[in-house]
């Protein structure tokens, strides 16, 4: 599910945060916020999945990102435990709004490093499980990472009050798609209450409270049903739509100030008039 969680999570930023027709408008941002916090929330909602060493996410940016999910395996008691539940949730935002907090102050001015590379890192899983990367290797991965951490620390707002939203539209994007599926999740784990056995025979609430504690709502059936490539259709080209329309949006602001410079260094060359 890790393509359907990105698609997901890019088109409710977009509903979010963009101010166009056929969306929310909750938090407006301009267009550079639309574009790198769709992107940066198509990774926010893979994080949950940081908690099995073969997820998407485990095989971003290795063997860093390996690491990392070895890790949080352990601490969250293994996959779909302590990361899909309200507790997991807000670790995530805090550590959002935490990295937000780490600028450098350098010659051209205050750069807020730590939503960069926490950027960076959603960003990557997003293209990684948009399989944007070849299966293979993870030179082209680093690259792609390096990359977007130095444009998103320049080119990216200067207010990164956005970050922890994102964060949390991802999380909660990822928790809800992963309850509408027959395996549920753990959502007031440490808290984990199992039926009694005598409650797992009635068919209707053991479809909805499962033996293992998790709560489901089934609607999309099994994950990698046929009703969720149905709806994946429709959410993924509203992303699309409102990615491009933001993008179209910056090359319109942007490309005359673009092609001046770049008449002017041509102007400034020897040999020309």
């Known amino acids: 599910m890790g393509g359907h969680h990105a698609a997901s999570g890019a088109a409710a930023w977009v509903a979010v945060a963009s101010t166009g027709p056929y969306t929310l408008g909750w938090y407006p941002l301009d267009a550079t916020g639309v574009l790198i916090g769709g992107m940066a929330t198509a990774g926010t909602a893979l994080v949950c999945d940081w908690d099995h060493r073969s997820s998407t996410i485990a095989h971003s940016l290795p063997p860093l990102s390996n690491v990392i999910?070895?890790?949080?395996?352990n601490a969250s008691g293994g996959h779909r435990q302590g990361t899909h539940s309200l507790l997991g949730a807000a670790f995530f935002v805090l550590l959002a709004?935490?990295?937000?907090?780490?600028?450098?102050?350098t010659e051209w001015g205050l750069l807020s490093v730590g939503a960069g590379l926490l950027c960076m890192f959603m960003i990557n899983i997003a293209a990684k499980a948009l399989k944007l990367f070849p299966k293979s290797g993870f030179i082209s991965n680093w690259i792609f990472a390096?990359?977007?951490a130095g444009l998103v620390t320049w080119f990216a707002p200067d207010q990164w009050t956005w970050l922890p939203v994102s964060m949390l539209i991802g999380v909660v994007v990822h928790i809800v798609g992963d309850m509408v599926t027959t395996g549920?999740?753990?959502?007031?784990w440490p808290l984990v209450i199992r039926p009694p056995k005598f409650l797992r025979r009635l068919p209707v609430l053991r479809t909805f409270w499962r033996p293992n504690g998790a709560l489901s709502i089934p609607i999309l059936g099994r994950a990698g049903s046929r009703r969720e490539w149905l709806v994946l259709i429709p959410v993924s080209s509203y992303a699309m739509v409102g990615m491009c329309v933001a993008a179209w949006s910056l090359a319109g602001t942007h490309f005359p100030a673009a092609?001046?410079?770049?008449?002017?260094?041509?102007?400034?060359l020897p040999g020309m008039p």
């Open 97 to 105: 709004a935490m990295a937000g907090q780490i600028q450098v102050q």
């Open 69 to 73: 999910a070895v890790g949080i395996e």
């Open 184 to 188: 549920g999740v753990p959502l007031l």
């Open 259 to 268: 092609l001046a410079l770049a008449a002017r260094l041509a102007n400034s």
């Open 146 to 148: 390096l990359a977007m």
